[in-house]
């Protein structure tokens, strides 16, 4: 007969083998869920981009760029809001660093605005189809971007969270080895790691932060190189009738423009007054604060 003693340490055995299978099911199993939820939320964000243009909103910019001991070197803070010209909404700069334009500054300023209502006002049918298929590439180029998200980075749920009354899922996202970029924007996806929250109900992107995790380089370093510790972030906002949209977004970073110059750099944008496109009307993208 065995003893109680050899039968409780297979007994134990057994179940540190069950536990060990559970655990391992669960995780399996939290992998495959995170890539759904992550795909979803991409699809899902390409859907809600085309109600995005439902609104229009006053944009605020602020930019700052460090001395070389984290002083403030200088700042410039711009606003920028809609005109409505016969029935074209264009974004036009309205203050810098508080104050009006000059009157040298707001005079050209208009006359930008009046050439764009000019030039979309008398297109030919040749041009607005030039146009049109212009803009549809660009919604191409982003569709493909959103993509590569999916293909460059593993995703780890790490988390739960309430945002604003509603529940998000937390994920961590770290770039897959051995991925490549196809899409020219895509090519920082391998420098970075990022964090995104996802609200559980709609599927789209509540907030996102990323951080360099090592150099950047655009031109191949020549044009510019963020330095590693770079930082990005968004969060949006969800209208009473479901559309999510940018309430603001920001980058800092330790910079190398044109490989001699060494710059600190933070600019920080946000969006306030969110109002409904009145019907007919077209808000033009073309214009500066986009």
Not at 154 to 172: D, H, P, T, Y
Not at 180 to 194: C, G, N, S, T
Not at 263 to 273: C, F, H
């Amino acid at each position: 007969m065995q003893s109680k003693a050899i039968l409780r340490a297979r007994t134990s055995k057994r179940r540190n083998v069950l536990a060990l299978f559970c655990l391992s099911t669960l995780l399996n199993g939290a992998t495959d869920d995170v890539r759904v939820i992550t795909q979803r939320s991409l699809d899902s964000g390409d859907s809600n981009a085309v109600r995005v243009h439902e609104y229009y909103s006053t944009k605020h910019v602020d930019t700052k760029q460090f001395a070389s001991d984290g002083s403030v070197h200088s700042e410039t803070m711009k606003t920028y809001d809609y005109v409505l010209i016969g029935k074209l909404l264009i974004r036009k700069l309205m203050t810098k660093d508080g104050k009006p334009l000059p009157p040298s500054d707001a005079r050209k300023e208009d006359e930008r605005v009046n050439r764009i209502a000019t030039s979309r006002q008398h297109e030919t049918p040749a041009e607005k189809t030039a146009r049109l298929v212009e803009e549809e590439k660009k919604t191409v180029k982003q569709h493909e971007f959103s993509k590569e998200i999916f293909s460059a980075f593993n995703f780890r749920l790490i988390g739960e969270e309430q945002i604003a009354g509603r529940k998000n899922w937390v994920i961590e996202a770290t770039p897959r080895p051995g991925y490549k970029p196809k899409e020219l924007r895509a090519q920082i996806f391998p420098h970075v790691d990022a964090k995104v929250w996802i609200d559980q109900q709609d599927y789209l992107w509540t907030k996102a932060e990323a951080t360099a995790s090592s150099p950047i380089s655009f031109g191949f370093g020549i044009i510019a190189k963020l330095e590693q510790g770079a930082h990005f972030y968004f969060n949006q906002i969800r209208t009473s009738d479901g559309v999510w949209l940018l309430r603001d977004s920001g980058i800092r970073a330790v910079a190398h423009v044109a490989i001699v110059k060494r710059i600190g750099v933070e600019e920080v944008s946000t969006l306030d007054n969110f109002r409904k496109v009145p019907s007919g009307v077209v808000v033009v993208d073309d214009s500066p604060g986009n």
